[in-house]
Nanobody, 117 residues
Framework: QVRLVESGGGLVQTGGALRLSCAASGGIFSGNSMGWHRQGPGKQRELVATITTGGTTTYADSVKGRFTISRDNAKNTVYLQMTSLKPESTAVYYC???????????WGKGTLVTVSP
């Protein structure tokens, strides 16, 4: 059974930093592209960042230069380092794993990030 468990969320002040982690299990990780999505209050869920198995990364324009996605294949963990946080970064952040062969995208349950003004 695939599991994605996020951690590292919390309350931070504007301009602060947080590092989110996502631990994957159930036979999924090293062969899968991973990503982070978020959903802010009253907003649609949006893609934040992705990282392929080879380490190629993409970012939403709103987080470029401030957020960094990385992965540790030995630990089956993907990270999202967030810096220069803004109140509009407040959201539940979800880890995802893509399994295109099966037409699946797996989701974690999310971790809440709150950025105070």
């Amino acid at each position: 059974q695939v599991r994605l468990v996020e951690s590292g969320g919390g309350l931070v002040q504007t301009g602060g930093a947080l590092r989110l982690s996502c631990a994957a299990s159930g036979g999924i990780f090293s062969g899968n592209s991973m990503g982070w999505h978020r959903q802010g209050p009253g907003k649609q869920r949006e893609l934040v960042a992705t990282i392929t198995t080879g380490g190629t990364t993409t970012y939403a324009d709103s987080v470029k230069g401030r957020f960094t996605i990385s992965r540790d294949n030995a630990k089956n963990t993907v990270y999202l380092q967030m810096t220069s946080l803004k109140p509009e970064s407040t959201a539940v952040y979800y880890c995802t794993a893509d399994a295109p062969y099966y037409g699946m995208r797996y989701w974690g349950k999310g971790t809440l990030v709150t950025v105070s003004p």
